[in-house]
């Protein structure tokens, strides 16, 4: 066999060992950090015991604040944090749907419940105000910002309804910045009076913040902008000890997700929500980011596999989610003229009879 490095020279050849060895280095570099941050995930999301919420001064008669708590998944982490022993004030817009929860859950576990509806797409001094008041002097130790809202179906940016956007970044974005001061320090005087008892924010962002997920547009800039306000909040708070999360999540049964069946890629909100709270502060999927975790065990595989392969930026990740959005925009649409032929049809019934 001819040696393909028999006519170099030798200072050729030892630029080509030189490259080899830099090379051999990188790779195994890249694979020793993909496997350790595999094997990381691994423990996360099956090996270590669940996050222990007594560090947030669970049953001291604490309190926690969940926002889009009426429904979903908000409703589930109202629930499931009450369970941990926490009162819970329960803020969102249908003040009904608000006395059910706090009716469900203050039969169901021994805890306290106060209820706050305001309508977070009108962004006004008074509903803030109103929260201040309805939480002055409460010892809240966790924030929980789940409220949002995602478009009525995939649409593209050009086409997307006026109200619906600045809805989707008031509510997800606006409303966020401002309950989180309202309730921060109340968090930070809270924990400075409890030795050793730290304040967690959680804040709910997509699958859409972590892929820009084209047809989805607006959505998707309004939870990045939570990937990285939250990261730079959880640096600043991290030494005042509130621990800052960023939750990522790909679709769960809900209202929002028209969703209504469970497999193994698409949990409903309880299963969610016992995922996240078991992982809070670990980093299950999302293992290359800081303050921020993918808790859910498929969902966290499905992050962890394309950033360690074509990546969340790549142009094959946006093509991918740009075709999956055009053929669900052209089944919604399919689906809406059903239902208005069969209301048509039935308004002329009623007419004939
Ligand atoms: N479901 C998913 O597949 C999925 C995936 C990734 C991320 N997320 C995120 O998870 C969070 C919760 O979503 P979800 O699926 O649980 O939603 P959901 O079932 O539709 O519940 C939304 C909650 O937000 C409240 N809300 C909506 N608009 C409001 C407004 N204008 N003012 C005040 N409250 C309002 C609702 O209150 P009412 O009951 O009064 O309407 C309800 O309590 C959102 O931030 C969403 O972006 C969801």
């Given at each position: ?62 309190w926690a604040l969940v926002t889009g708590a009426s429904d979903g998944i908000g409703k589930e982490y109202a629930r499931q944090i009450a369970k941990k022993?926490f009162n819970v004030v329960l803020v969102s817009r249908t003040k009904a749907k608000l006395e059910a929860v706090a009716k469900e859950i203050e039969g169901e576990f021994?805890v306290k419940t106060i209820i706050v509806a305001f309508d977070a797409s ?5 509903s803030?105000?109103a929260l201040?008041?309805a939480i002055?002097?409460l010892?809240i130790t966790i924030l929980i910002n789940n409220v949002g809202k ?21 509510i997800n974005?606006?409303t966020t910045?401002r309950v989180t001061?309202v309730v ?16 967690l924010i959680v804040n709910m ?42 939750v990522?999540?790909?679709?769960v049964?809900s209202a929002m ?12 909100p309880k299963?969610f929500v016992?995922?996240t709270l ?76």
């Amino acid at each position: 066999m001819v040696c393909p490095f028999s006519d170099f020279t030798g200072t050729e050849s030892k630029v080509v060992t030189g490259l080899a060895f830099v090379a051999l280095t990188v790779g195994l570099f890249k694979l020793t950090t993909a496997t350790l941050s595999f094997l990381s995930m691994i423990f996360d999301l099956y090996i270590l015991p669940p996050v222990n919420f007594s560090q947030y001064g669970a049953k001291k008669g604490n309190w926690a604040l969940v926002t889009g708590a009426s429904d979903g998944i908000g409703k589930e982490y109202a629930r499931q944090i009450a369970k941990k022993g926490f009162n819970v004030v329960l803020v969102s817009r249908t003040k009904a749907k608000l006395e059910a929860v706090a009716k469900e859950i203050e039969g169901e576990f021994d805890v306290k419940t106060i209820i706050v509806a305001f309508d977070a797409s009108k962004d006004v001094p008074e509903s803030y105000e109103a929260l201040k008041e309805a939480i002055k002097g409460l010892p809240i130790t966790i924030l929980i910002n789940n409220v949002g809202k995602s478009h009525s179906m995939p649409v593209s940016f050009l086409d997307t309804d006026e109200k619906e956007m600045n809805d989707i970044i008031t509510i997800n974005d606006f409303t966020t910045l401002r309950v989180t001061r309202v309730v921060s320090p109340l968090i930070l005087s809270t924990i400075q009076k409890q030795n050793g008892v730290r304040g967690l924010i959680v804040n709910m962002s997509s699958f859409a913040g972590l892929f820009p997920t084209p047809m989805l547009a607006t959505y998707t800039g309004s939870k990045f902008f939570l990937q990285g306000w939250s990261a730079a909040l959880a640096g600043e708070l991290k030494p005042q000890n509130i621990d800052v999360e960023c939750v990522l999540s790909y679709l769960v049964t809900s209202a929002m997700s028209k969703v209504r069946r469970t497999s193994f890629t698409v949990p409903n909100p309880k299963q969610f929500v016992a995922s996240t709270l078991k992982n809070i502060g670990r980093r299950g999927g999302a293992q290359e980011r800081y303050a921020t975790i993918t808790p859910y065990p498929s969902h966290a595989l499905m992050h962890w596999a394309v950033a360690n392969t074509v990546g969340v930026f790549s142009k094959a990740a946006n093509h991918l989610n740009y075709q999956m959005h055009k053929s669900i925009r052209i089944r919604a649409l399919r689906k809406a003229k059903r239902i208005a032929e069969a209301n048509a049809k039935d308004s002329d019934f009623q007419k004939t009879e």
